[in-house]
């Protein structure tokens, strides 16, 4: 994956030695937020495992599992079918 290096000037108060990589876990994580990234994408890029992405995710508060309108929609139409007997064998 190609890369650029960017500076930014933040407040003296938050520059410690972590605030580097503190700052590419965020760009990552919104970029997997707003569906610029796949979730393989942002974990090849931070470097970590699968879960772990997951844990960094979970604790950003960013979602880890999209569930829409169309998915229930779809689920509930499979329930009543199921209900009905219609997918009985199936």
């Known amino acids: 994956m190609e890369s650029v290096e960017l500076t930014i000037s933040v407040p003296a108060a938050i520059a410690d030695s972590g605030a580097g990589e503190r700052a590419r876990t965020l760009l990552v994580l919104d970029a997997l937020r707003t569906e610029k990234m796949t979730w393989r994408a942002a ?24 569930y829409d309108s169309a998915d229930l ?18």
């Open 43 to 66: 974990a090849s890029a931070l470097n970590v495992a699968p879960d772990r992405l997951l844990e960094l995710a979970r604790v950003y508060g960013i979602a880890t599992v999209r």
């Open 73 to 90: 929609k779809q689920d509930l139409a499979t329930l009543a079918k199921l209900e009905s007997g219609h997918m009985s064998g199936a």
